[in-house]
């Protein structure tokens, strides 16, 4: 049975830290890219980070870059997102998606790309 679970979201401070959390089960992250996505009330879905694990390739929303560190354990199947410095605009449900095709294009900035699975969201809220 192929799944991806998304959590690790939950209420912090600005300033503050979370590791989201993506666990894939009935396939290999390595032979995937693994993107987050984030979308907060009113607003689009907004790419906010990608990693392709077989050659390490990350790639970052401007908005997130020096903050957001995405990684990947092939040993427990997981892809993280470590948020620090939290922002109140960073407030959103945070999404996992999987894509068999290995590049982190159309990640970040959107375009025309389709995802073979995603996880539940998981509900980041960051307090002013």
């Known amino acids: 049975d192929v799944q991806l679970q998304a959590y690790g979201g939950g209420l912090v401070q600005t300033g503050g830290f979370l590791r989201l959390s993506c666990a894939a089960s009935g396939f290999t992250v390595d032979d995937y890219a693994i993107a987050w996505f984030r979308q907060a009330p009113g607003k689009e879905r907004e790419g906010v980070s990608c990693i392709v694990s077989s050659n390490g390739r990350t790639s970052y929303a401007d908005s997130v870059k020096g903050r957001f560190t995405i990684s990947s354990d092939n040993a427990k199947n997981t892809v993280y997102l470590q948020m620090n410095n939290l922002k109140p605009e960073d407030t959103a449900v945070y999404y996992c998606?999987?894509?068999?095709?290995?590049?982190?294009?159309?990640?970040?900035?959107?375009?025309?790309?389709?995802?073979?699975?995603w996880g539940q969201g998981t509900q980041v809220t960051v307090s002013s």
């Open positions: 998606a999987a894509d068999n095709w290995p590049h982190c294009t159309y990640v970040v900035g959107g375009g025309p790309r389709e995802y073979d699975y």
